[in-house]
């Protein structure tokens, strides 16, 4: 491999920045230069995701490398008539982290349970997000509240269906239900907006990918 | 379901594989257990992007990184790529025969590797104090582990790696550890289950391996590691990935390390995903510290 350029200042001040034109592609060719703007464009994503899910920086900071390191390795499966590359980044980084927060049995503390019909918590922040991710916020509101309780302390805090259980009252059964039915639903809104393919690459309006 | 089964799958079946999807997505992919071959063609990502998608929806990122974890990010991702593209490397089993494992006694090494992944598990602040340790502990093994004299006879393996082994056996450098199995059931042999043959000097060698479960390479592949000491302990080298034909009682693997290994410490076996990776998983099926 050629030996990278050298690398330029880091911009750590600055808010993450994810829009740019694709990296992913040249990442799957392995491409020296791809590394640093790979990480430049995706490092404050997946530096977010690793805070919210380990207990400490230090543990953060392990697991964003691990993070990039199968990004680095998976980025050949990435289709762009799929999904964006923000969203392909975040569901990398995503099982990365709750395997390592399966492998050391150890989770976030749990949550204050947030209002049944809460809106998100934060304002989205539209003008940085993927369209796919402007999509799927649209597509949250859509659901039943059982559904978006459920799924906020399942994505959010990575509460098992047993802690969920818990701390909402719901009978696991339901809250199995509210999990499945309410993530399908979320991929057929996506689908339905030409977001998401399925398996066999077909749109539900019958359009190729 | 409101959705239509695709071809080859009837609608119970898709509301399994659906559950076992949103599992996945939701809980990672060992809450999920395990699914049917039949039923991979439908296993897509469609539910993990849209959590994915969800999540950043929902908790937009806003968190800036630490400025120094972009040097350290890159420079692994560096060290990374260079090891990917000179890897011709990945060793294959060669000249393997049929031979009994002669160990008798049961017992294992592994209790102590099992505490220690344990204790990693459960402290962490880096994994520099795992494979330090890991290296202290096998180092301890010794007490209990026979020692192997460089230029002692051989287990009957297949001629090409045997003569390899014996070339390599003429050079006084070259030297000969055993390895331990763990309490990890893939390897069924007693305390010893196979060694390890390796010179510094020419950077080659070869792992013989008793005993250790045949493996379906679509689930899961064998992968050397070499933790070097003069190498910062965090990043034990790959010394390859391999498998274990089924009837094969032993098997000869060269060592083909992706970078020089300058000071060899421990040799270790591990169980990991198809192809291998660059972060093991620490399940680990033999151990070989080096004096």
Redesign the interface.
């Known amino acids: 491999?050629a030996k990278?350029a050298p690398?330029p200042d880091?911009t750590?001040?600055?808010?993450?920045s994810f829009d740019g034109p694709p990296i992913l592609p040249r990442v799957a060719t392995?491409e020296?230069a791809a590394?640093?703007e790979?990480?430049?464009r995706f490092?404050?994503?997946?530096?977010?995701?690793a805070?919210?899910f380990c207990a400490n920086?230090?543990?953060a900071?392990?697991a964003?490398?691990?993070i990039?390191?199968d990004l680095?390795?998976s980025a050949e499966r990435y289709d762009s008539s799929?999904?964006s590359e923000?969203?392909?980044v975040?569901?990398i980084?995503?099982?990365r982290l709750?395997?390592r927060?399966?492998?050391?049995?150890?989770r976030p503390p749990m949550p204050t349970l947030p209002e049944q019909s809460a809106a998100?918590?934060?304002?989205?922040?539209q003008a940085?997000?993927?369209e796919?991710?402007?999509?799927?916020?649209e597509?949250?509101e859509q659901l039943r509240p059982e559904q978006k309780q459920v799924?906020?302390l399942?994505?959010?805090h990575g509460c098992?269906?047993e802690q969920i259980a818990t701390t909402t009252g719901m009978p696991l059964g339901t809250v199995?239900t509210h999990?499945?039915r309410g993530?399908?639903r979320?991929?057929?809104i996506?689908?339905a907006q030409g977001?998401?393919?399925?398996?066999?690459g077909n749109r539900p309006g019958g359009d190729e990918a | 379901?409101?959705?239509t089964p695709?071809a080859g799958i009837d609608e119970r079946s898709l509301d399994h594989v659906?559950?076992w999807l949103?599992d996945r997505?939701?809980?990672?992919?060992?809450?999920a257990g395990t699914m049917p071959r039949r039923f991979a063609?439908?296993?897509?990502?469609?539910?993990?992007?849209?959590?994915?998608?969800?999540?950043?929806?929902?908790?937009?990122?806003?968190?800036?990184?630490?400025?120094a974890?972009?040097?350290?990010?890159?420079a692994?991702?560096?060290e990374?790529?260079?090891a990917?593209?000179a890897a011709a490397t990945e060793p294959r089993a060669i000249g393997a025969s049929s031979t009994a494992s002669t160990a008798s006694t049961a017992s294992t090494a592994s209790t102590a590797l099992t505490a220690l992944t344990g204790g990693f598990?459960?402290s962490?602040?880096?994994?520099t104090g795992w494979w330090v340790a890991a290296a202290a502990i096998a180092i301890a093994l010794l007490a209990w582990l026979p020692s192997l004299d460089p230029r002692g006879a051989s287990p009957k393996v297949g001629e090409s790696g045997e003569s390899a082994i014996a070339a390599l056996r003429q050079h006084a450098s070259t030297k000969v550890v055993a390895c331990a199995c763990t309490d990890d059931p893939l390897c069924r042999a007693d305390k010893v289950c196979g060694e390890v043959i390796w010179n510094a000097e020419r950077q080659e060698g070869f792992l013989r391996l008793r005993g250790v479960a045949a493996n379906d390479p679509r689930e899961l592949q064998y992968q050397l590691w070499i933790v070097d000491s003069s190498r910062d302990a965090r990043y034990p080298v790959d010394g390859g990935v391999f498998d274990v034909p089924a009837g094969e009682e032993e098997i000869l693997v060269p060592i083909k390390a992706a970078v020089p290994v300058r000071d060899a410490a421990l040799f270790a076996v591990s169980v990991e995903k198809p192809g291998g990776t660059?972060?093991s998983?620490r399940r680990f099926v033999a151990v070989a510290p080096v004096s």
Not at chain 1, 132 to 137: K, S, T
Not at chain 1, 195 to 200: G, I, N, Q, R, T
Not at chain 2, 69 to 74: F, G, S
Not at chain 2, 124 to 127: E, F, K, L, Q, T
């Open positions: 491999m990278a690398e880091p750590p001040n600055e808010k993450p392995g020296p590394i640093n790979c990480y430049d490092g404050g994503l997946v530096w977010s995701l805070r919210r920086p230090t543990d900071e392990d964003v490398q691990e990039f390191i680095w390795k799929i999904a923000t969203t392909f975040a569901m980084a995503r099982r709750i395997d927060n399966r492998r050391r049995q150890r998100p918590e934060e304002s989205i922040g940085e997000m993927s796919d991710v402007r999509l799927a916020a597509a949250f799924l906020r399942a994505i959010h098992s269906h199995k999990a499945r993530l399908i979320m991929r057929e996506l689908r977001k998401l393919v399925d398996e066999a | 379901m409101s959705q695709p659906e559950e949103a997505a939701l809980l990672g992919r060992g809450d063609d439908h296993l897509d990502e469609g539910l993990d992007l849209a959590a994915a998608a969800l999540d950043l929806a929902l908790f937009p990122p806003r968190e800036v990184p630490p400025a974890l972009r040097a350290r990010v890159t692994r991702l560096r990374v790529a260079a990917a593209n598990a459960a962490r602040s880096g994994s660059v972060v998983e």
